[in-house]
């Protein structure tokens, strides 16, 4: 079996990838008769030095125990395809909710400029009006002025005229300042004119933006719908892992110690994890999965993030298949407290990014799902990012590794996220 079956809140996926199918479960219970000599198996006593064979009783029992365990492992692909099938929507629905978001925010930045516009306009109008009340002040100060003395001026300038030319000189004065006057009045009537469209361009200006916050509401209706789907096939995927659990808490006891011993043999296979990284690093080489970018740099890390950096190095590994158990430890340890959760749990609740450019030393990184495992397929993988493009994470022992070489091996089936654990910001 690939995976390890106990009733531990913190069991993830073994993340050596090995062979469930190349050899079959009843050849290998076969084999093990054959090497146990005058062993017990099952419970039932052989004979030492007698033939590797067991009895009828004990072949009978056995195949019952096989068939009992293909059954079982025949339920659990159909969920761990379940899982797949899970994973990838919330992966689409995490994808649209961050497309969205980026949306909503540029959405904003336009308000606010138009917004910004919208007061200079004012601003322009309010000079404007200004300008408009002093034009109109002079005006009728002069035309106040010329009705008082309109009949005793012409009077004035012909008995103060000397002579005929002094006359038609006074009188060019005089059309001179009527032509002032109608200047100062059209100046005003254009005034009024750009008042007029500054005030027809401010109100179109605020249909404009009515229009956007409309879009935005929209958009906002659209992501909290986004939202709700995600929590359904959240609480789906919470209640296909309960079926796995009690699927694998009613198998006999008899392939429980069948699978124990198969753990056991793949715990102590080290050199098997030795490929699995090897297999990883060719995988990233071939370009499997890739995201173009850099996450941030150790030597940026404030105080916060290098108290989980140092943590991620002093923390050992609690076992084989406990990459979130592995995980929390390292933020307790740390002074953030523990993360709950599995691997899945811990990308669904923390991680909302798939851009290098968001990845920050201290990040958590993970993925629902992958399909090198059983167990892998269902609750996925976990690690810390340390920096300098450098991932931290718990597979048997606690490796360094690339991150670029962990998104390729794990990030076949759904893409690789991370984000702030427990929704602390260490940079802040």
Avoid at 300 to 326: E, F, I, K
Wanted: proline share 3%; glycine share 6%.
């Amino acid at each position: 079996m690939s995976q390890q079956i106990r009733r531990n809140p913190q069991h993830h996926a073994i993340d050596s990838p090995f062979c469930d199918t190349a050899v079959s479960r009843r050849a290998a219970i076969q084999a093990a008769f054959a090497a146990a000599g005058a062993a017990v198996l099952f419970g039932l006593p052989r004979l030492a030095g007698a033939e590797p064979q067991a009895s009828q009783e004990t072949t009978d029992k056995l195949n019952n125990a096989q068939a009992q365990l293909e059954d079982a492992q025949e339920q659990l692909d159909e969920i761990s395809s379940q899982f797949e099938d899970l994973s990838r929507q919330l992966d689409d629905t995490l994808g649209q909710i961050e497309t969205l978001q980026g949306q909503i925010d540029t959405t904003q930045a336009n308000i606010d400029q138009i917004e910004q516009d919208i007061s200079d306009t004012q601003d322009d109008i309010d000079l404007k009006q200004a300008q408009l009340d002093r034009k109109q002040e002079v005006l009728a100060t002069r035309v106040t002025s010329s009705y008082k003395t309109g009949k005793t001026g012409i009077l004035s300038l012909l008995l103060s005229s000397d002579s005929f030319d002094e006359l038609v000189s006074k009188l060019h004065y005089v059309d001179k300042i009527n032509a002032s006057d109608q200047e100062a009045i059209e100046e005003i009537h254009a005034i009024q004119d750009a008042l007029e469209q500054q005030k027809a361009l401010l109100e179109q200006q605020k249909e404009e933006l009515e229009q956007q916050m409309a879009e935005l509401e929209q958009q906002m209706a659209e992501l909290e719908q986004l939202k709700s789907q995600q929590t359904q096939q959240l609480d789906d995927m919470k209640s296909k892992k309960d079926e796995v659990q009690q699927l694998l808490d009613s198998l006999s006891q008899d392939v429980k110690d069948l699978i124990a011993q198969r753990d056991a043999e793949i715990l102590a296979a080290a050199q098997a994890e030795e490929e699995a990284r090897r297999a990883a690093e060719e995988a990233a080489r071939q370009g499997a999965t890739s995201i173009p970018g850099d996450g941030q740099s150790a030597i940026a890390a404030g105080t916060a993030q290098q108290r989980v950096v140092d943590s991620a190095y002093s923390t050992p590994s609690p076992g084989a298949g406990l990459c979130a158990g592995w995980v929390s430890m390292v933020f307790a340890n740390a002074g953030f407290g523990s993360v709950p959760g599995n691997a899945d749990d811990q990308y669904a609740n923390w991680c909302t990014s798939s851009s290098k450019s968001n990845l920050k030393v201290g990040m958590i990184i993970a993925v629902p799902s992958h399909p090198h495992t059983s167990a892998g397929r269902i609750y996925g993988h976990v690690g810390v990012y340390v920096g300098d493009n450098t991932v931290r994470d718990n597979v048997g022992y606690i490796r360094s590794i690339d991150v670029d070489q962990w998104i390729s091996y794990y990030g076949p089936t759904s893409t690789p996220r991370w984000g702030w654990a427990n929704g602390i910001n260490l940079e802040g």
